[in-house]
T-cell receptor, first 118, second 114 residues
């Protein structure tokens, strides 16, 4: 069975501070995908990044960076110089490689609510 | 902006009403999904359609009835709902494995059952 753990339920930071959101996963699959999604109060789940299990390169996109470590089964997300617009719930998710049916099932963590205070 | 479009954005319905949620995508994705999300919880999978055929039904009550008229459209028909069915309903579609296996979500439909 797959499992994603986001131990931080809520985090508050002051604007311009850096913040790291933790994600730890469990899977028996040797090939899998990891995702981060952002959900602002409006409700939409915004795709941020996908990482496959055989690519452990870290990635940076603007103020966002991701640290994937297979050895510790972690896929952490760092926001540098946080802004009020970063306030949202962030979900880490794990996907299997389904089936020939061409669809995928996401296992979500419980989410981390980030509040950036001006 | 999301390329998965959901309507309506907000819906209030009585327990005896029949209504539908609609979802559309024009990205050529052949898998589409319905998720339900309660407050302060992660999304929960309800249904999966792959190549317009229902491939997964996560034991959802029959008062929720999905329909996939074609590869771009996905509906969720609602009938005789209960107040506890009030939630955010998210539609999603996904790329094929060769295109990177990513699931994209719509903006969601906020449903209130009174």
């Amino acid at each position: 069975a797959q499992k994603v753990t986001q131990a931080q339920t809520e985090i508050s930071v002051v604007e311009k501070e850096d913040v790291t959101l933790d994600c730890v996963y469990e899977t028996r699959d040797t090939t899998y995908y990891l995702f981060w999604y952002k959900q602002p109060p409006s409700g939409e789940l915004v795709f941020l990044i996908r990482r496959n299990s055989f690519d452990e390169q870290n990635e940076i996109s603007g103020r966002y960076s991701w640290n994937f470590q297979k050895s510790t089964s972690s896929f952490n997300f760092t926001i540098t110089a946080s802004q009020v617009v970063d306030s949202a719930v962030y979900f880490c998710a794990l996907s299997d490689l389904n089936s020939g049916a061409g669809s995928y099932q996401l296992t979500f963590g419980k989410g981390t609510k980030l509040s950036v205070i001006p | 902006d999301t390329e998965v479009t959901q309507t309506p954005k907000h819906l209030v319905m009585g327990m005896t009403n029949k209504k539908s949620l609609k979802c559309e995508q024009h990205m050529g994705h052949r898998a589409m999904y319905w998720y339900k999300q309660k407050a302060k919880k992660p999304p929960e999978l309800m249904f999966v359609y792959s190549y317009e055929k229902l491939s997964i039904n996560e034991s959802v009550p029959s008062r929720f009835s999905p329909e996939c008229p074609n590869s771009s459209l996905l509906n969720l028909h609602l009938h005789a709902l209960q107040p506890e069915d009030s939630a955010l309903y998210l539609c999603a579609s996904s790329t094929r494995r060769t295109e990177g296996n990513t699931i994209y979500f719509g903006e969601g439909s906020w449903l209130t059952v009174v």
